[in-house]
């Protein structure tokens, strides 16, 4: 298996504000923020992303080892991750703020063992990297700086899916392998960048690197759904509805920049279980938000603590940050589950009066949280492939939950006790419910081939998943039969 290197040096041009705080709890800003109402400060606390900071030279060294290689298992024993050891410590002036990958160590150690040939050895590295630590080990090159290190290529299978992103089948988990785990990364980067959002703003790419870097890595991957991989799907489903030709006709830039950062962070720093554990448990963060849209209050505040930590619109006019952050919180916020009725309700009244004007700047922005509550939970209108891998992670973390709650002899929440539900009872309750009511209204809004796509697989899942409980009821019936009666052939039965 070929290694990829991703090797970014993100130089901060500015000191971290220290009106930021530690994301790891709840997020609060100084008395000068108006926007969330002076909260206690706390000092920024160690993050998992071990970005180090240097009050003459802001560096932040973030590299991935990726894949598998015998190499690499004998020179470290493991596949590496290799981070700063300081973490927030400032570090000592003088010191080089770069870590450099020595080739020359390992085509040495290759050339000890002599197992390996030299063809296997190349395929390691991109075409350009092998050509530059060729120059090296010839003695081409005199002085090396660690920026040319960097190798900022997809490798072939991910970049050519993401030629096809806008495809309503595109498979996230297989583009989550191929990025090795970076799959919000590489997606988000790329649609910012194919919309031109990058240039249009202004933006800094360094910042935009270090701000889409630190999204992942507040993410809890050993969650079974609400990961990054989930945030991911949910990006490349907001980028489908934005081809949308009723949104594409009308919506601005600004409304995509935000529609696109919203769906990456919508759940950032997801606990891993719903906001009735949360209130049951006195949890900080329940007490804080004072049991309303805790979850969402949380993402949404975690999203904008990571934006003004990486400066990523310092460049704007503070009123107009201020806005966007306001807009951002609003449309996170919209996909709390428990106000699916509220908005479904205002959504279908526009339809009916047929008063929605994309003109209007608050039409589009409603328009925008539909979309990102569609894409939150278009799970079930994906091809059955996709859908059943979604259907059992999410299943897998509400019976954890119940799990932790029958240890803790809590009551068990609704569709969390895997003695009493099935995957296709709560998926079959959630389509029914939820799913087909939300996404019969959007494609009234949007009747195109998209809308009728995601309501024919949404009908052949719902299917399928119906197809699994006469079998279950079937073994049943055949336990308590009367010893004469005389059982149906299998091969009779009608589906």
């Known amino acids: 298996m070929e290694v990829c290197y991703q090797l970014p040096v993100l130089p901060l041009d500015r000191p971290v504000p220290k009106h930021v705080l530690s994301r790891r709890g709840a997020i609060s800003f100084s008395s000068s923020s108006s926007l969330f109402g002076a909260p206690d400060p706390r000092q920024l606390s160690q993050r ?51 870590l450099g990958v020595d080739f020359r160590t390992l085509h040495s150690h290759a050339e000890l063992v002599g197992a390996i040939p030299a063809r296997r050895i190349r395929r390691l590295f991109s075409f350009q990297r092998h050509l530059l630590t060729s120059r090296v080990l010839r003695g081409g090159v005199t002085h090396l700086s660690p920026l040319h290190f960097l190798d900022e290529d997809y490798c072939g299978q991910a970049k050519c899916m993401l030629e096809k992103v806008g495809s309503w089948n595109f498979d996230i988990f297989l583009f989550d392998r191929l990025t090795n785990g970076n799959s919000l990364i590489s997606l988000t980067l790329y649609l910012l960048t194919h919309y031109g959002l990058i240039e249009l703003f202004q933006l800094d790419m360094v910042k935009v690197r270090r701000f889409l870097v630190l999204v992942q890595e507040d993410y809890h991957n050993h969650n079974p759904y609400h990961n990054s991989v989930h945030a991911a799907d949910v990006t490349q489903a907001m980028h489908c509805y934005l081809k949308e030709p009723k949104l ?19 759940d950032l720093d997801h606990p891993g279980v719903n906001q009735p554990f949360l209130i049951k448990t006195n949890h900080y963060l329940a007490a804080l938000y004072r049991n309303t849209s805790v979850l969402e209050n949380h993402h949404w505040r975690s999203a ?77 209108c994906r091809p059955w492939e996709l859908s059943k891998q979604w259907s059992e992670k999410v299943t897998a973390e509400f019976f954890h939950q119940g799990d932790i709650e029958k240890k803790h002899q809590l009551e068990v929440s609704p569709l969390c006790d895997s003695q009493t539900n099935s995957i296709a009872d709560v998926q079959i309750g959630f389509m029914t419910y939820v799913v087909e009511p939300l996404f019969s209204e959007w494609a009234r809004f949007s009747d195109t081939r998209l809308s009728q796509t995601m309501l024919g697989h949404l009908c052949l899942n719902k299917a399928s998943w119906n197809a699994t409980q006469p079998e279950e009821a079937e073994g049943e019936q055949t336990a308590t039969e009367q010893p004469g009666s005389r059982a149906v052939p299998q091969g009779s039965q009608e589906c």
């Not at 700063?84 to 002036?93: A, K, T």
Request: with cysteine; net charge neutral; hydrophobic share 40%.
């Open 304 to 380: 904008v603590g990571l934006l003004r930590e990486t400066e990523l619109f310092s460049h704007l006019p503070l009123e107009d940050s201020l806005n966007m952050e306001r807009q951002l919180g609003s449309l996170i916020l919209a996909t709390d589950i428990s106000r699916q009725n509220e908005y479904l309700s205002k959504f279908r009244t526009h339809l009916d009066q047929e008063d929605l004007c994309l003109g209007n700047a608050a039409h589009r922005h409603f328009i925008l949280q539909m979309a990102l509550k569609c894409a939150d939970i278009c799970n079930p």
């Open 248 to 266: 594409a006709k009308a919506l601005t830039s600004c409304d995509i920049l935000l529609g696109l950062l919203a769906a990456a962070t919508h």
């Open 48 to 98: 998992r992303g071990a970005i180090s900071y240097d009050s003459s030279d802001q560096t932040a060294l973030y590299i991935r080892m990726l894949g598998a290689c015998v190499i690499f298992k004998q020179l470290f024993s493991r596949d590496v991750r290799v981070r700063s050891q300081v973490g927030f410590e400032p570090e000592r002036r003088g010191s080089h703020p770069y």
